[in-house]
Structure formats: structure tokens, C-alpha cells
Nanobody
Framework: QLQLVESGGGLVQPGGSLRLSCAASGYTLDYYAIGWFRQAPGKEREGVSSISSSIVGSSGSTNYADSVKGRFTISRDNAKNTAYLQMNSLKPEDTGVYYC???????????????????WGQGIQVTVSS
């Protein structure tokens, strides 16, 4: 059973940066596409970014929500079985609980809808405030 654990969240001022990590255990991560999602109070969970499987289809293909393009960067280190989300130029509207998730690799697909993901971390709080 694949298990995911997020780390790196916290409180940051507007314009600041954070890097979230998603450490996997129980199975090798390279088979899976990895996604990052967030959920603000009273809002639905939304896809932030995803990266394709390293061994199924086009390795390294990425997908970003329009609201984070140019500010967030997703990456993965298969040797460490870990994925990352580098978040720069953070805004108050980026506040929320951030989740990483894993989806079995599929050719030509870089998923970003919650229903496409089978495994989820417990979530970590990110607060952007002065």
C-alpha cells in the first residue's frame, strides 16, 4: 500500500516562498503521476499541479492550474521516492490545506482532477499572511 506524507508547510508572508515535500513509502513512486491539491475553508479541493509518471508515457510532463503558473514548480526525485512543490511569490489566496496524491501512470495523461487519484496524504497547512 502506497503511503504519502507531506511536509514543509507553515506560515509565510505574502511574496515569500515555501517548498512542500511529499515522501512516499510502501511502493516505488516512479510508476505514479503525482499531484498537489489544496483546499481552503468552505471551498472545494482544487488541483494545483501534477507531474506524469517517470516510467509510463512521457516522463516529466507537468500540468498547472492557471492561478499558479509561473509561481509554482512541481518536481520529483525518484531516488528519494519524494515529490516537491516549490511555491514562490505566495499570495494570501494560496492559503489552504495542501495535499499530495498519486495516480497510476497512464500514457498521455497528466491528471489534475481529484477523482483521478487513488492515494492521498493527510494534508499540511499553508498560511500566507502578513
Amino acid at each position: 500500500q502506497l503511503q504519502l506524507v507531506e511536509s514543509g508547510g507553515g506560515l509565510v508572508q505574502p511574496g515569500g516562498s515555501l517548498r512542500l515535500s511529499c515522501a512516499a513509502s510502501g511502493y516505488t513512486l516512479d510508476y505514479y503521476a503525482i499531484g498537489w491539491f489544496r483546499q481552503a475553508p468552505g471551498k472545494e479541493r482544487e488541483g494545483v499541479s501534477s507531474i506524469s509518471s517517470s516510467i509510463v508515457g512521457s516522463s516529466g510532463s507537468t500540468n498547472y492550474a492557471d492561478s499558479v503558473k509561473g509561481r509554482f514548480t512541481i518536481s520529483r526525485d525518484n531516488a528519494k521516492n519524494t515529490a516537491y512543490l516549490q511555491m514562490n511569490s505566495l499570495k494570501p489566496e494560496d492559503t489552504g490545506v495542501y495535499y499530495c496524491a498519486a495516480s497510476p501512470g497512464r500514457v498521455g495523461v497528466v491528471p489534475l482532477f481529484p477523482w483521478e487519484f487513488d492515494y492521498w496524504g493527510q494534508g499540511i497547512q499553508v498560511t500566507v499572511s502578513s
